[in-house]
C-alpha cells in the first residue's frame, strides 16, 4: 500500500500518525508541506482544505489523524 | 487514560470513548513541568500515555467516535455517540477536556479548514507567504502571531480588549516590534468570507473595515466540552461540570474529572491524578453497590 502523510513538522497530530505507521512498522512517505509549496498545492487539491495532516492510502484521503479510519482501510 | 488504567487494574471492565486521544495534552507545545520528564512535547507525551494504556489488553478502546448524549436507564447509563452506537455501563467517568471556543459569526464554520484554524501550532506553516489575521486578546493568539511572523507575509492582530494587559508582555513587546504586525484594538471580528476557501475578514469598531486575507486564526481560549450533556447533569456558569473531592457529579454514578470539570487549575499532571482518583472512587462505589 501506497502511504503518503502531508505534515508539518510542529503539528502534534501529525507526530501521532507519523508514530502511529512507525509502531505498526508500516512504510510511508512523509511530506513536510511547511517547506514544499507544490506539495501543500497537491495537498489542499486532494483533501480541499488547509489542516493538516492528510493522509493518502492508496488514495483514499484521511483528513486529521483519525486512527479508527486507518486501522479500518489497512484491514481491507 | 490515566482513570482506565486504574479502572482495569481494578478488574472493572472498561470501555473509552474518544474521539481524538490524547486531547488538549496533546496539543500543547512543550511540556516542562509533567513529573519525569524535563522536557517532553505534548503530542510525545500523549503518545507514551497511549503505548502504557496500550498495555492492559482488557481496556476496550472505541475511537475517532464522538459522545452525542448520556442517559440513565433503570441502573445502567447509555452512552450514545455522533456515528449512531450506543454503550451500556453501569457507571460512566466523563472526562472530555475543553474545545476551541468559537467565535460564532457567519463564515466561520463554512471556511472551518479552509482557511480558519483553532490550532496554529498545526497549521501556521501552510500560511508561508501570505496575508492572515490572528483574533484573541491573550497568550495564545500572541503565540500564533509570533509563529506566523516568521512564515506570513503580514498579520492582522484583532483584539476586542486592550493592549494585551494579561498576556506574557515580553511576547508582546516583540511582536509589537514586528514590521509585519498591524494590532487593532477594541474591535470585533464580524464575518469571514471567500469562495472556497477564505480571502477576507471584516471588522467593526466605529466603522467597518474589511481585510484580505487568505487565513484566520481564532485564538480566544476554550471552553468545557459539556455540550452534549444537555441538562443531564449539573454545570456551573463556566459549563463546567460540577464535581466534589470523590468526583461525584449531580448524577449518582456519573463521575467527572479533569479540564471538563470544576476543579480548580487546569494542568496536565492535574488532570492525570484526578482521573487516577475518579477510577478509584468509582471503583468503591461499585463496590459498595455490589454488597
Redesign the interface.
Known amino acids: 500500500m501506497q502511504i503518503t502523510i502531508y505534515s ?9 500518525a507519523k ?1 502511529f505507521f512507525d ?1 505498526q512498522k508500516i512504510a510511508y512517505e512523509n511530506i513536510d ?2 517547506v514544499d ?1 507544490p506539495k ?1 498545492e497537491e495537498m489542499i487539491q486532494k483533501s ?5 495532516p492528510v493522509i493518502d492510502m492508496d488514495g483514499e484521503i484521511i ?7 486507518i ?1 479500518a482501510i489497512l484491514k481491507k | 487514560m490515566s482513570a482506565a488504567i486504574y479502572s482495569t487494574r481494578k478488574k472493572i471492565k472498561t470501555l473509552i470513548i474518544s474521539k ?3 486531547g488538549q495534552a ?4 512543550d511540556v516542562e513541568n509533567y513529573l519525569g520528564f524535563h522536557m517532553i ?4 507525551l ?2 507514551k500515555f497511549e ?1 502504557h494504556l496500550r498495555d492492559f489488553e482488557d481496556i476496550e478502546l472505541v ?3 464522538e459522545v452525542s448524549a448520556i442517559k440513565k436507564k433503570s441502573k445502567k447509563f447509555i452512552v450514545q455517540t455522533l456515528g449512531g452506537k450506543a454503550y451500556e455501563g453501569k457507571t460512566v467517568l466523563i472526562t472530555s477536556g475543553k474545545v476551541p471556543r468559537k467565535l460564532g459569526i457567519p463564515g466561520e464554520e463554512k471556511y472551518r ?3 480558519v ?1 483553532y ?1 496554529a ?6 500560511f ?1 507567504g501570505k496575508d492572515v489575521a490572528v483574533i484573541g486578546g491573550g497568550n495564545a493568539a500572541l503565540d500564533a502571531a509570533w ?1 506566523l511572523t516568521k ?1 506570513a507575509k503580514s498579520i492582522q492582530l484583532v483584539t476586542n480588549g486592550e493592549h494585551f494587559k494579561k498576556a506574557d508582555q515580553v511576547l508582546f513587546g516583540k511582536i509589537r516590534e514586528s514590521k509585519k504586525v498591524t494590532i487593532y484594538y477594541h474591535v470585533t471580528t464580524s464575518r469571514i468570507d471567500g469562495d ?2 477564505v480571502q477576507s475578514m471584516e471588522i467593526k469598531n466605529a466603522k467597518t473595515e474589511k481585510f484580505h486575507v487568505q ?1 484566520v486564526f481564532i485564538e480566544i481560549g476554550s471552553i468545557p466540552a459539556t455540550q452534549y450533556l444537555n441538562n443531564f447533569i449539573k454545570l456551573n456558569q463556566w459549563q463546567e461540570i460540577v464535581i466534589n473531592e470523590r468526583n461525584e457529579t449531580s448524577v449518582k454514578g456519573v463521575y467527572a474529572a479533569g479540564d471538563v470539570t470544576s476543579v480548580p487549575e487546569k494542568q496536565v499532571i492535574v488532570a492525570a491524578g484526578e482521573g487516577a482518583k475518579a477510577a478509584l472512587m468509582e471503583f468503591d462505589y461499585l463496590a459498595k453497590r455490589k454488597a
Open positions: 508539518t513538522p510542529t503539528c502534534p497530530y501529525c507526530k501521532m508514530a509502531e508541506v511547511s509549496h501543500t480541499g482544505q488547509m489542516g493538516v483528513i486529521g489523524f483519525d486512527r479508527a479510519k486501522e | 481524538d486521544m490524547g496533546a496539543l500543547s507545545s512535547t505534548g503530542a510525545e500523549a503518545q503505548t475511537r475517532g467516535e479548514g479552509r482557511g484554524t490550532c501550532t498545526c497549521d501556521a506553516p501552510l508561508s509563529q512564515i472556497a476557501f487565513g
